[in-house]
């Protein structure tokens, strides 16, 4: 782990009540809605490395499936939606994102996936199906590790993996994370958003949510910083920055400037989005294409204050 100064805090409240040996209460139930997993091998280690988590771990029969870039046919990628609802693991966890579910959107039962209980968990492509689930029911779902890149690869993160067990497990109260050149925020509101590109994928379609005085947080990776802004740029006349108590900023990764940017990185977009949007921006989340990223409820109302260079999520204001 990196030195504590810069690491996100996070404080959390035990039940006193040991839900081990339980598998009803915290299994997992995998499977592949989105891209087609390149390595397979990388299953069977991502889902080791979750029973070793205390997690009973089972995997969806089309898991592995190839259609072209798919893991498996439209029909098929259906059909391990609805699987996924009748077992009886209670966390749905995409195995990985990629491309795939925007083209089934229309024919997923959003009701029946509301009505499961089930929790579902995923990023990346898998907003959409965290959006699409929210605009249609209201219903709160997750966003965070996604088996393959977060428990299937040469090391596991070891606070990626305890933020994601204490947010399922209900006790993750309060995530605080370094947050330099935050605009003042303190509120409440409703907690939406993950990969920009899916987010805007989305707009003017009935699985966009329209959420008011929301916190919308955002990432993306490979997109340089015009593409960015051009996004955002969508969002804004839309009018659906103006509508939020804060926009925070996760991270941005793996994109390319060029000669004709001319000196325009990510800060300008940051400057920009500050002084035509006027929306208090925060940046700074732990949350992206990274090794490092905190899980979060979406759909939930949270509240949000930055102070002295610090920003703080909290997730859970229930009296004790």
Not at 184 to 191: K, P
Request: glycine share 10%; with cysteine.
């Amino acid at each position: 782990m990196s030195s504590p100064e810069h690491d996100p805090h996070h404080h959390h409240h035990e039940h006193g009540q040991c839900q081990c040996g339980q598998p009803d209460s915290s299994g997992i139930y995998l499977f592949s809605p989105s891209g087609h997993l390149m390595e397979p091998q990388r299953l069977e280690l991502a889902s080791q490395r979750l029973k070793q988590q205390g997690f009973a771990v089972d995997i969806d029969p089309d898991a592995l499936a190839v259609h072209e870039r798919f893991a498996g046919t439209d029909a098929q990628r259906l059909a391990a939606v609805q699987r996924s609802l009748q077992q009886p693991q209670p966390i749905v966890m995409a195995t990985r994102g990629g491309y795939g579910l925007s083209r089934i959107l229309g024919q997923i039962d959003w009701r029946a996936v509301a009505d499961s209980g089930k929790r579902f968990v995923g990023m990346s492509d898998f907003t959409a199906f965290n959006l699409a689930l929210l605009a249609q029911t209201g219903a709160i779902s997750y966003t965070g590790p996604t088996a393959i890149a977060d428990f299937g690869g040469e090391e596991t993160d070891e606070l990626t993996t305890e933020l994601f067990g204490e947010l399922m497990r209900g006790e993750l109260e309060l995530f605080s994370f370094e947050s330099e050149d935050s605009d003042a925020v303190d509120g409440h509101g409703v907690l939406w958003g993950g990969n920009l590109a899916l987010v805007c994928s989305l707009l003017g379609t009935p699985y966009f949510p329209q959420v008011d005085g929301g916190i919308l947080f955002l990432e993306d990776v490979g997109e340089a910083p015009y593409r960015v802004e051009r996004m955002l740029t969508q969002l804004w006349h839309a009018g659906v920055l103006n509508r939020q108590m804060a926009v925070v900023l996760g991270r941005f990764t793996a994109y390319k400037t060029g000669a004709s940017d001319n000196g325009f990185e990510m800060e300008s977009v940051v400057r920009w989005l500050r002084e035509t949007v006027k929306v208090p921006v925060v940046t700074g989340l732990p949350y992206g294409h990274v090794e490092v990223k905190v899980s979060l409820p979406i759909g939930q109302e949270v509240g949000l204050a930055t102070e002295d260079g610090m920003a703080y999520l909290v997730l859970d204001e229930h009296e004790h």
